[in-house]
């Protein structure tokens, strides 16, 4: 009798549920109204020729379950994720099987959302600014879909984002000025987009930065960066970011990889870290306008293993304490003016050093070592380039550790002979959209 007292009970209850059958399975309608009417409004804004039969999205019938009933054997089988209490969707992570479509304003609808993930599709338009209301968001992945238009404001407002990525995309203008205020923000990704303008200043707590492969330009700033105490990653390469990176840069008190590669840098200053302390493990500066001396501190740096600055305008001889330290793994000097004989260190049966000191202006390079390769610029490129002395003209002098600026009047300009191809790539950080340095012209008989 009590089992079936229980049984009736338990019938009761689910009478007052709104239900739904499907193949004799009873299934509760829990989801909240206005979730319902966002996902749908998120699907209708998807091209239907777009949806596979056998993708997430082809599983969301709305006539047929609820998308947070369970169990989910035959419809939204996949691409959301619910809360405990079954009212609520927490994650829309979608297959990259190719959707196209745009990303409906509707999607603010989703108050409990923290993850949003449409990676590798084709979703298209602009991103609505609605997005700011997700309140709860903490990761957003739009990489490599075909947005357009700027990266809206409103979404600054999103304090508890943690990872945004929109790499891979057509997102143009400015970066939102007012980004330093997303404080929860630890990973940001824009590279491979359009974006323009300086760059502002940064999320306090940011520990890995890519915006490479867009238009910046302007200088990398104290303003910008100088708080950024938790900054491991930077990855700014293929841009036009100009003038001197000074030497707090690299003082950054975590920061371990570098890459600023092709860019318009002209100098550098390098100061050694404090108590030899820094975890700084590889330096990506190739294929910039650096003039002046390769920078001997660079070597004070414990843990660096990687450098390079190939491709630049560094004049004079390679340190001495490149050759003596043992950390360095990969160094990549190719393509600049350096003179002289290579250290030692270089050649030495224990030395594990590979890269490049090729296309410079040095003597004495083994040429059965593959450091050499390729071979030596000719010698009336490298006299051009000195003057016919055997030292670098027009340098000024400075502080040990500092790159030294040439005149104007011996910019590098291109003289007649000078190298017109890139090597093969050999190296992280190679990239064939510029075009390489050229040797300082002449100006009635002087470089």
Known sequence: MSNFINHLCFLLLLSTTTTTTTKNVVVSALTSPSDISALKAFKSAVNPSSIPSWSCLASWDFAAADPCASPRRTHFTCALTCSPDSTHITQITLDPVGYSGSLTPLVSLLSQLTALDLADNNFSGQIPSSISSLLNLRTLTLRSNKF?????????????????????NSLSGFLPKRIDSMTGLRRLDLSFNKLAGSIPKLPPNLFELAMKGNSLSGSISKSSFGELTQLEVVELSENSLTGTLESWFF?????????????????????????????????????NRIGGYAPAKFADYPLLSSLSLRYNRLRGKI????GQKKSLRRLYLDGNFLIGQPPAGFFGGKSGVSGSLGDNCLWGCPVSSQLCLPSQKPSGICKQAYGGRGKPRGSVAGAE???????RDHAWEGAPGAMTQRPEATAPGYHSRLSPPAVLSTRGGEC
């Open 319 to 322: 340190p001495l304490e490149y």
């Open 148 to 168: 357009s238009g700027s990266l809206p404001s409103s979404i600054t407002k999103l304090k508890f984002l943690d990872s945004l990525d929109i790499s891979r």
């Open 251 to 287: 003082l950054l008190p975590s920061l371990q990889q570098v890459d600023l590669a092709n860019n318009s840098l002209t100098r550098i200053e390098i100061s050694s870290p404090p108590g030899s302390a820094s975890d700084l493990v590889a330096v990506d500066l190739g294929f």
């Open 401 to 407: 550790g500092t790159s030294l600026s040439t005149p």
